[in-house]
């Protein structure tokens, strides 16, 4: 492999802006994902890995967590895929002289794409108290360090673990025991920051925190609402299923505060007329909510689903479903009488003729599914928000039917499975029970810290120690300048990486980065090549076969560097065979086995091309494991975000050229927007109100009640045709703006969708 020089960094000196498209993918979704590919890849690379991606005998794509059909295509990958495959297996390797060369405040200086662009890591490296710089160190020694860091800590819970989504099943389960092998629950991950909101909903209405649907149910549904989500940048193959879905007569109807090219028209590459043609017709109807008005808009929909069963008694709601398997709808009828209809206008920007269609789809429709993503979980009263889906979805017994159901659609590959094997720092004591019963060692039993908590126990100095397996939580997380400054008050920071990121300028008085293997890469261990597994995001699991030799002699696994860390912190005091899981994953899903419910014969099942789906009472049985013992229609109350005057409320979002915090290059091209991403999308009537112009750069500064500055500055304005009194930037540069205090009530999921902000003209120099 070739080592290549660092590149330039870039700015947003040559920007330019467009009219955003009309429709997502076709040609030009094929020429972005392929011409990149080969040109880093070289052609036998690509053909390898991209025939490769999301089959049955291949590896699952990293970008995200779509599952697959049964009956996969030759190119079963959608262009970020290829993206995120084309990042991860590029051969391009930091150079040993890298560290050398540039500090850390050299890096704190870089871009997240100058740093990613600077290729893969191969060397474990550290940086001792005092020093300005990154060592290399072997492995034994980097191991050494971070032992001798634990042990010193005058309590485990001192330490905090935090997990990626991209780490396998078998790492998880891995990671989670070697914590609480340990002694602490302090196991915060990437799900606190997304889907929180979603499995604190759904697990106290219905009994479990996942997808009551499969894949098949898309083709089968009447109706599809979709929710919060951007299908067309942040999960691309799911454009397909729902063009199956209209293809068998289904009605798609968007909900989303910006028009996303994916949801108004999907140009398959894999078909004629994706090719030739005008594509697919996605949505149906397009709902421009306003931000934050979400909630509203459902509560009017069952009002007016429970007025048209006043009208013509027993034609409307679900009365054997409601009655078999519900609990509440007495009072959830009261309380929605007692909806304002001014109110539900005003929260959602919509015409009462808008909801009232919604309403007429959802009661013409026997099998609907609604699906949803970050623009639902991620504000203040997202919890609330998620139980609305749910009362809707329950009145018409659309849960645990054929096409019907709650999709809560995840972002990272196998953030489900990751929690599902106890990555969680509130693990129930049925599940710590079994990991006593299956290791002989006593899990602790009081809650951990989860991501925001953790920022906050750093602040305090109640964690002095913290963990990432992947990931790069400094810049993913809210309120940067406060995490950031958390980050620098610990004692170590341990980073398992591929590449370059943030969260390795941003360290510790000690810092260590541990290189690890991608999932495009062969693991070969004592007992031979090696499989992992994943969870989709509608609770399928199979395994992910690495293709293609790592890209250096020397990295470690995931599960490798979990092993060897374990034995040299614990040594003998928990008495579990670290060396034989790290020698033969079947060891490890052989306890996975004996542990987590549904997962029996597990080596087995996953082994198996076809891999398996788990048991999911509302899918499977409409069982619903509540407190009741029955799905609970829930009394939420209406609370409207309010914009104080002269501001606007401000969404963070990805670009189309980007993986969470992983920035491909700087352009957006659904969105017109080339060569840059400082800049800040409003509606047009705002702007003029404003007295702002398009093209006029401004500062963009938050609206909190602590008084802190929290700004971006010079950022340029695009008129954009969002909703009216909202904006959106780009995520991680606009999470400065997200209070660390701005959290959802009940998941203390960032509230990251409705950040109040003031925009200030700015005079920008030229070329600047």
């Not at 400094?474 to 004692?491: N, P, Y």
Request: some cysteine; proline content about 5%; charged content about 25%.
């Amino acid at each position: 492999m070739t080592e290549k020089p660092p590149v330039d960094d870039v700015t947003d000196a040559d920007i330019t802006v467009g009219e955003p498209r009309s429709w997502a993918a076709g040609v030009p979704g094929v020429l972005h994902s392929m011409e990149p590919a080969i040109k880093q890849l070289g052609l036998a690379r690509t053909v390898k890995l991209m025939t490769s991606l999301n089959q049955k005998d291949g590896f699952d794509c990293m970008s995200c967590a779509w599952p697959d059909p049964n009956h996969r295509k030759v190119a079963e990958f959608c262009e970020n895929g290829a993206k995120a495959v084309t990042w991860e297996a590029n051969p391009v390797l930091v150079p040993r002289t890298f560290w050398s060369q540039h500090s850390i405040d050299d890096l704190l200086d870089k871009t997240e794409y100058w740093l990613g662009m600077q290729g893969r890591i191969t060397e474990p490296v550290y940086k001792p108290a005092g020093a300005d710089h990154y060592e290399p160190v072997t492995w034994d020694r980097a191991f050494e360090i971070i032992a001798a860091k634990l042990n010193s800590l005058e309590s485990p819970d001192e330490a905090s673990f935090y997990t990626s989504g991209r780490t396998s099943n078998e790492a998880a389960f891995l990671y989670q025991l070697f914590v609480r092998a340990f002694g602490t629950n302090n196991l915060p991950d990437c799900s606190n920051m997304c889907h929180e909101s979603t499995g604190t909903a759904m697990s106290e209405v219905v009994g479990i925190g996942k997808s009551t649907i499969a894949y098949d149910d898309f083709e089968q549904a009447d109706l599809i609402i979709v929710m919060g989500q951007n299908p067309g940048t942040n999960h691309p193959r799911m454009l397909t299923a729902l063009e199956d879905a209209k293809n068998n007569g289904a009605k798609i109807v968007a909900v989303n505060p910006l028009p996303e090219a994916g949801l108004r028209r999907y140009k398959n590459p894999q078909l004629v007329k994706g090719i030739i043609g005008r594509g697919t017709e996605i949505a149906d109807q397009f709902l421009q909510i306003r931000l934050g008005g979400d909630m509203a808009l459902l509560q009017a929909v069952s009002k007016r689903v429970l007025a048209a069963e006043a009208a013509a008694p027993g034609t409307v709601l679900d009365h054997a479903f409601l009655e078999e398997y519900t609990l509440g709808l007495a009072e959830l009828t009261a309380h929605l009488a007692e909806v304002d209809e001014d109110e539900v206008l005003l929260a959602t920007g919509l015409t009462t003729a808008e909801i009232d269609e919604l309403a007429d789809r959802y009661i013409h429709s026997e099998r609907v599914i609604i699906t949803w993503a970050m623009g639902i979980t991620q504000h203040k009263k997202s919890v609330e928000t998620i139980k609305e889906i749910l009362n809707l979805l329950l009145l018409r017994g659309n849960i645990g039917k054929p096409g019907a159901g709650a999709s809560p659609i995840r972002g990272h590959s196998n953030v489900q499975g990751d929690r599902t094997m106890g990555i969680w720092e509130k693990m129930s004591d049925t599940f710590l029970d079994a990991l006593e019963k299956e290791f002989s060692f006593e899990p602790p039993r009081e809650h951990g810290v989860d991501a925001l908590k953790g920022i906050k126990a750093m602040q305090t100095g109640d964690i002095k120690f913290w963990m990432g397996m992947g990931g790069n939580l400094v810049a993913a997380i809210s309120d940067t300048q406060a995490a950031e400054k958390a980050f620098r008050g610990t004692e170590m920071t341990v980073q398992v990486s591929t590449k370059l990121n943030r969260s390795h300028a941003v360290v510790g008085t000690e810092a260590l980065i541990l290189p690890t293997m991608g999932r495009t890469e062969i693991d070969i261990q004592e007992a031979g090549p090696q499989f992992v597994s994943v969870e989709d995001t509608v609770c399928s699991v199979h395994g992910s076969h690495g293709q293609v030799p790592p890209v250096a002699p020397g990295l470690l696994s995931e599960v490798a560097i979990i092993s060897r860390l374990a034995r040299a912190t614990l040594g003998d005091r928990v008495p579990i065979d670290w060396k034989s899981m790290e020698d033969d994953y079947s060891v490890i899903r052989k306890h996975i086995s004996r542990v987590v419910p549904g997962f029996d014969d597990y080596d087995r099942r996953a082994a198996s091309k076809e891999g398996f789906v788990l048991p999911n009472g509302p899918r499977d049985s409409r069982t619903f494991t509540t407190k009741t013992g029955k799905a609970m229609l829930t009394v939420n109350e209406l609370e409207h975000v309010e914009r104080p005057e002269g501001t606007l409320l401000l969404q963070t979002m990805r670009s189309h050229d980007q993986y969470n915090t992983t920035i491909y290059s700087l352009n957006d091209r659904y969105r017109g927007i080339k060569k840059g991403r400082e800049v800040v999308f409003v509606n047009p009537l705002d702007l003029e109100e404003l007295g702002i112009e398009d093209g006029q750069h401004v500062d963009i500064e938050t609206v909190w009640h602590d008084g802190a500055e929290r700004a971006l500055r010079g950022y340029r304005v695009v008129a954009y045709p969002s909703a009216r009194g909202c904006a959106a930037a780009y995520f991680p540069e606009a999470n400065v703006l997200v209070p660390l205090d701005s959290a959802a009530d009940h998941s203390n999921t960032p509230v990251s969708k409705a950040i109040p902000v003031r925009l200030t003209p700015v005079k920008v120099a030229v070329g600047v």
